[in-house]
């Protein structure tokens, strides 16, 4: 089961993509409630996620690129390094606090402040689920013979 974490892990991730695209369009729509069950969905999709993750990282921890992608050159592995993974890592870290203040907002019912963190979190949220889809299809079939597993 270990070794499909991370097919699961990218229709998760490809999931809350598509869930925050809808909960978007909903909300400009003017229809708040289908956004709001839309996105806790959505942060049940990341969540799965995260914890999927995790677990994969536990069994398989090796994420050198050396390894992963040997006959790569430099400048992919640059692009790959500087332009994908380390951006996608340092948002999805740093936009968890984001999404709980957005949540906690909405929550209180604090439209303004919920709409206020919430204008930059969703593009973060956007770019870090199509990373990770992104990041999988390099790893697991762009190269597959060469990720480790």
């Known amino acids: 089961m270990i070794e499909k974490l991370p097919a699961i892990n990218a229709t998760l991730n490809g999931l809350s993509f598509l869930l925050l695209c809808t909960g978007f369009v909903l909300i400009k729509q003017g229809k708040w409630r289908a956004h709001g069950m839309t996105m806790a969905v959505a942060l049940v999709s ?3 996620f995260l914890v999927g993750y995790l677990v994969h990282k536990v069994y398989y921890p090796d994420i050198r690129i050396t390894t992963r992608f040997p006959n790569l050159s430099t400048t ?3 692009f790959y390094w500087f332009v994908i993974l380390i951006p996608h890592l340092i948002l999805a870290v740093a ?3 984001f999404i709980g203040k ?3 907002h ?3 019912r604090e439209w303004a402040k919920h709409r206020a963190v919430n204008r930059y979190t969703i593009w973060i949220w956007l770019y870090v689920s199509l990373t990770g889809v992104l990041i999988y299809y390099l790893l697991y079939h762009l190269f597959p013979r060469l990720n480790g597993q």
């Open 102 to 104: 957005g949540l906690y």
């Open 106 to 108: 909405a929550y209180k």
């Open 76 to 78: 992919w592995r640059y």
């Open 95 to 97: 936009m968890l606090p």
């Open 46 to 48: 990341s969540a799965l």
